[in-house]
C-alpha cells in the first residue's frame, strides 16, 4: 500500500494520472446501462420531433394570428408573470444563501423569465407611447440583469468542473463548457497508471544497497535519513 511519502515521491503526472484512475473506479456505469441508452434516445427523439413540430406550428401562426386580439386574462397574465419572477429571484437569494448547486439552476431560469419579459414588453407595447418605457426598460434593468445572471451561472459551472479535475487529478484549465462531457466521462488513455520503472524516489538507489541480504527496511530508513534498526 503507498503511503504519504510514496506519493510525495511520485511526479505530479503520475499523481494526476493516479488520483483519476482510482476516482473512475467509482463512477456508476452510466454509459454502459441499457436503460439510460434508452433514456437518451426517447429523450433526443422527443426533442428533435419538438423542433420539427414548432417549425411547422410557426409558419401557420405566421400566417393565421390576426395582427390585434383582445385578451381577457390580461391582468392574470401578466400579474402570474411578475409572480415567477418573484418566485425566481427568491430562490436566487435563498440558494445563495445557502451555497446550494440548485443556484446556478435559479440564475439560469430567472434569466430567461426576464429576457422574456423585454420581449413581451417591447412587442406588445410597439407603436403605442409605452414603448420607449418598455425599452429603457430592457436595456438597464432587465437584459443587464439576465446578462448578470447568466454570467454568473457559466462561472459557477465552470468552478464546478474545476473542483471536479481536481478531485479527479486532471491537470490543466477548464475547457470551454461546450466540450466538457454531460457526465465528465474519464478517457481511458489517462486512467492508465506510470509504468513500473517509474519507483518512487523515496526508495533508495540499487548501488546504495549494499550486496548482502540487508532487512528490507534499512534501505527505506537510510532514504528518509533515519538510523537503521540494531
Known amino acids: 500500500m503507498l503511503d504519504e511519502a510514496d506519493l510525495r515521491g511520485m511526479s505530479p503526472h503520475e499523481r494526476y494520472r493516479l488520483a483519476r484512475m482510482l476516482a473512475a473506479l467509482d463512477l456508476p456505469p452510466l454509459f454502459h446501462d441499457p436503460k439510460a441508452r434508452v433514456r437518451r434516445n426517447i429523450a433526443l427523439a422527443v426533442a428533435v420531433g419538438c423542433c420539427l413540430?414548432?417549425?411547422?406550428?410557426?409558419?401557420?401562426?405566421?400566417?393565421?394570428?390576426?395582427?390585434?386580439?383582445?385578451?381577457?386574462?390580461?391582468?392574470g397574465a401578466w400579474i402570474?408573470?411578475?409572480?415567477?419572477?418573484?418566485l425566481g429571484f427568491a430562490a436566487i437569494a435563498w440558494t445563495a444563501w445557502k451555497g446550494k448547486q440548485l443556484l446556478i439552476v435559479c440564475l439560469v431560469v430567472t434569466a430567461t423569465l426576464l429576457c422574456a419579459d423585454a420581449w413581451f414588453d417591447m412587442t406588445l407595447d410597439w407603436g403605442s407611447h409605452a414603448f420607449y418605457w418598455s425599452l429603457i426598460s430592457a436595456l438597464c434593468a432587465e437584459l443587464p440583469l439576465a446578462a448578470l445572471m447568466i454570467f454568473g451561472a457559466r462561472r459557477l459551472l465552470r468552478l464546478t468542473v474545476r473542483m471536479q479535475m481536481a478531485l479527479e487529478?486532471?491537470?490543466?484549465p477548464v475547457p470551454p463548457l461546450w466540450r466538457v462531457a454531460l457526465f465528465g466521462e474519464v478517457p481511458h488513455e489517462s486512467m492508465q497508471l506510470a509504468p513500473a520503472t517509474s519507483a518512487p524516489a523515496t526508495s533508495a538507489p540499487a548501488?546504495?544497497?549494499p550486496a548482502t541480504s540487508a532487512p528490507a527496511t534499512s534501505g527505506a530508513a537510510a532514504a528518509s535519513g533515519a538510523n537503521p534498526a540494531p
Open 53 to 75: 413540430f414548432l417549425c411547422v406550428w410557426i409558419g401557420i401562426l405566421a400566417v393565421t394570428l390576426p395582427a390585434t386580439y383582445r385578451a381577457s386574462g390580461w391582468r
Open 80 to 86: 402570474g408573470f411578475d409572480v415567477a419572477e418573484l
Open 169 to 172: 487529478g486532471l491537470p490543466g
Open 207 to 209: 548501488t546504495s544497497a
